[in-house]
């Protein structure tokens, strides 16, 4: 890994991005950003808000806008939000500018790691065996896009993060 690198964490909504960026960030000593977070404090409202406010393609926009600025920065890890990389400038920049990791879980994990909230805009209005369906179409949807990751750790049941992070560690270290 190259001092400069960014590290940039992808993966589908619910598979652990934020605790495992911000873990790794912490172990490695570098400041760490997660994309979904910034956004609601630079816009000020949640997630949910902004896509019932103002629509997905606002969303998406503030989020285009953020990734150009991490971009420009160097030694971060960066948790990006579940549908970052399917924008191919957002993919262009991602993977210029550092090194990327897609976590990914089964459906039915992530939909039982989703079960109790409500925060998430584009699974809000399913449930049961409806949201397990929703969350396979879009997973099935946007897997290609995790494929082209640097490195992808297919997890099959539930993972202690630390074991995951000290997994990306030996990565890292490993990597030219």
């Known amino acids: ?90 993919w262009r920049l991602i993977a210029g500018s550092g090194i990327t990791i897609a976590l990914s879980y089964p459906p039915e994990i992530i939909a039982s790691r989703l079960a109790k909230t409500e925060d998430r805009p584009l699974l809000n209005r399913y449930a049961g065996p409806e949201r397990i369906q929703r969350i396979s179409s879009m997973m099935e949807a946007r897997n290609p896009y995790y494929r082209k990751a640097d490195m992808v750790l297919h997890l099959n049941h539930e993972a202690e993060p630390e074991r995951v992070v000290q997994t990306l560690i030996g990565y890292l270290q490993w990597r030219p």
């Not at 997660?34 to 969303?59: A, C, H, L, N, R």
């Open 1 to 90: 890994m190259k001092a400069i690198d960014n590290i940039y964490i992808m993966g589908f909504m619910g598979c652990g991005k934020t605790k495992i960026g911000s873990l790794l960030a912490d172990r490695l000593g570098l400041p760490y950003m997660d994309t979904d977070s910034q956004i609601v404090e630079e816009s000020g409202m949640s997630i949910v808000d902004i896509f019932e406010k103002e629509g997905e393609p606002s969303f998406r926009l503030k989020e285009k806008q953020l990734i150009e600025r991490m971009a420009r920065q160097t030694g971060t890890v960066v948790s990006l939000g579940g549908g970052a990389v399917v924008d191919p400038e957002n």
